[in-house]
């Protein structure tokens, strides 16, 4: 995703998305009760209403996903909420703004600075530090991974890829489709089948089905 810096991304027609600032504003426009915060509203050229996601969001991550719909990062601290059920308030979480159904979707996931990846159709791919979400998403028995997943903010849906990624191989490829790379090491298993752990082999990862095709093909 493009990084944001106001007025903000498109929307939809008529629409625009923006970060307002608390202070500036002189009003607390989400649910803590400071206002040190930015957060995400959407104004309506047409009828001239402006709907407040009453989150906070951080300005580098907001997406437009077209249809009306806006995903962005929350900072648990700054909307003094665990947003991705743990039992801190320490991590970045991904939630989707329709500004047409006036409804905010909290996909409850931790998400990995700069991975935010706009697929089109409402689909983003991201990833999630197992550490922070506090669970181990690949199943190797430890929580030490980035793990790669996808978040249909149309339904609602996140659907995990089951695979660690090398921060920045991921690749839109189209039609859903994510193209990236895992370490063997990370996943703990043998994926082009020579033996050993020690190579980082390409995958692709449907985000609409959740299903990942190893390609068995070791790239440098």
Do not use: M, W, Y
């Amino acid at each position: 995703c493009e990084p944001f810096h106001g007025p903000g991304p498109n929307a939809s027609d008529g629409l625009v998305a923006f970060l307002t600032d608390e202070a500036d504003q002189g009003r607390r426009l989400n649910t803590d009760r400071d206002r040190f915060d930015d957060v995400l509203q959407v104004f309506n050229a047409v009828t001239g209403e402006v709907f407040n996601s009453f989150q906070q969001a951080i300005a580098n991550s907001v997406c437009d996903l077209g249809d009306g719909r806006v995903a962005f990062l929350t900072q648990e601290a700054a909307q003094s909420r665990s947003l991705n059920g743990d039992r801190d308030k320490l991590d970045n979480v991904l939630q989707a703004f329709d500004a047409v159904a006036n409804e905010v979707r909290n996909s409850f996931q931790q998400v990995v600075d700069d991975s935010l990846l706009d697929l089109g159709g409402g689909l983003v791919a991201f990833l999630t530090d197992e550490s922070a979400q506090g669970r181990d998403l690949n199943a190797d028995g430890d929580k030490q991974d980035e793990i790669l997943q996808s978040f249909d903010s149309v339904l609602g849906l996140v659907r995990n890829s089951g695979s660690q990624a090398v921060a920045g191989s991921q690749q839109d490829i189209e039609g859903g489709f994510v193209a990236f790379v895992t370490s063997e090491t990370e996943q703990d298993r043998r994926l082009n089948a020579d033996g050993d752990k020690q190579d980082s082999v390409l995958q692709i990862f449907d985000a609409v089905s959740g299903i990942v095709q190893n390609t068995g093909q070791a790239v440098g």
